[in-house]
């Protein structure tokens, strides 16, 4: 089928977001009621971006733009081309563009499909300065396809079937996710564990837990250095790196690289096995210090000098990952790293750092009650991985026209 392919302004409005100060860069401006869109936010979002951390106030919002729920999000910096649709109004800074399609002429989500299409372009045109970027002069030499708008709605409602479906399991995780955390902070912090209206409190801690530092908690194993020549397209093993973390904790899932070279016996890595980011270039410090727990690949894991794992010696890998996820300790971690552009964590610098750890028969009921959690999550998220396969395999095929529909 053959279709006409024009350019971005053809299908819908177009500008950049604006923000004279970041939230990051004027406290007074913390704490509003006005979501602050940065383009890690759009990166991480799936379909519709939610989630965020800056928010304004009216003072921001007076030097900015409240941009409306369903403008398309195009990161132009940093991350180049990556896309999202405001689940929400929000601001956002001049390094996003925001995207309102003309009505009957483009389907949003229309135009988002075709940026998952066309963003290596986007990106190959982004080179050749100091730092990469997309400006509109850039972007107007792409054209996108442009097929009657019944063609878009009915490609749109094919597509969306499998991203509602992981929609709704990324909204059931995340209520799991919450679900874990209640428990860590009623059993752990405010101390309504099993048994504990007949536990005596000494000096503060139940009997029979112990504070003890780090080092005497878990041991650490440092990450695989390698050349960009040992990363292959194909074959070799997953090698999990800073990308495999979430911003302020947690897994985040097709990231891995494939390494093809030699690394340590201990530096194997095998599903629940928690590592930590050592390094980060966020000012924010969404990666350093935190933590995730890997998921079973189906394949032989190594992991990045980025990271370390995180091996217990006398505590449950379950009540480790919590603790440093639901407890604060990544927070507490995390302002030690230093360093200009990029940050650096000596991991030996944590580990004179007290934890407060429960008797063995505490941490084992927790265990059940955790694995529980994270078989559910783990299901939920292979489902959202099979989807994301067949979605990913339509996606060309629809928004080319080999299929018709």
Not at 296 to 317: A, G, H, N, Y
Request: net charge negative.
């Amino acid at each position: 089928m053959s279709w006409e392919y024009v350019t971005l302004d053809k299908l819908g409005t177009i500008s950049r977001g604006r923000s004279k100060h970041r939230p990051r860069n004027d406290k007074t401006l913390f704490g509003g009621k006005y979501p602050f869109v940065q383009t890690a936010d759009v990166k991480a979002a799936e379909l519709y971006l939610t989630e965020y951390t800056d928010t304004y106030n009216e003072r921001g919002l007076e030097q900015s733009k409240l941009w409306k729920a369903g403008t398309l999000c195009i990161t132009i910096a940093a991350n180049i081309a990556d896309t999202a649709i405001l689940g929400m109004d929000a601001c956002f800074p001049d390094s996003v563009m925001g995207f309102i399609p003309y009505n009957g002429v483009s389907n949003v989500k229309f135009v988002k499909y075709a940026f998952d299409i066309l963003q290596r372009d986007c990106q190959k045109i982004s080179q050749g300065t100091a730092q990469d970027n997309l400006s509109w002069k850039k972007l107007s030499t792409i054209k996108f396809p442009a097929p009657p708008i019944e063609v878009q709605d009915r490609i749109v409602a094919i597509l969306s079937a499998y991203d509602d479906l992981i929609e709704n399991n990324k909204k059931q995780i995340k209520l799991l996710e919450e679900a874990a955390q209640r428990l860590y902070k009623e059993w752990f912090v405010d101390l309504r564990f099993p048994g504990y209206e007949d536990t005596p409190i000494v000096d503060g801690v139940p009997e029979g837990w112990s504070v003890m530092p780090l080092s005497s908690v878990f041991e650490y194993v440092r990450g695989k250095s390698y050349t960009s020549k040992e990363l292959v397209e194909d074959g070799g093993v997953v090698m999990i790196n800073l990308k495999n973390i979430r911003a302020f904790g947690g897994y985040n899932r097709n990231a891995e690289k494939r390494y093809e070279g030699k690394f340590k016996e201990n530096q194997e890595l095998f599903a629940g096995d928690i590592v930590m980011g050592v390094t980060d270039m966020t000012k924010e410090r969404r990666l350093v210090g935190h933590v995730a727990i890997v998921p079973d690949l189906d394949e032989t894991m190594t992991f990045s000098m980025d990271l370390i794992k995180l091996v217990p010696l006398c505590v449950k890998k379950s009540f480790l990952y919590s603790t440093m996820l639901y407890g604060g300790y990544s927070k507490r971690i995390s302002p030690l790293a230093n360093g200009v552009n990029v940050l650096h964590l000596k991991p030996e610098t944590m580990m004179n750092m007290e934890m407060l750890v429960p008797t063995e028969e505490i941490m084992e009921q927790y265990d059940v009650l955790f694995d529980i959690y994270q078989r559910q999550i783990e299901a939920l998220q292979k489902q959202c991985d099979i989807a994301t396969e067949a979605r990913d395999r339509l996606l060309p095929k629809l928004m080319s026209g080999e299929i018709e529909v």
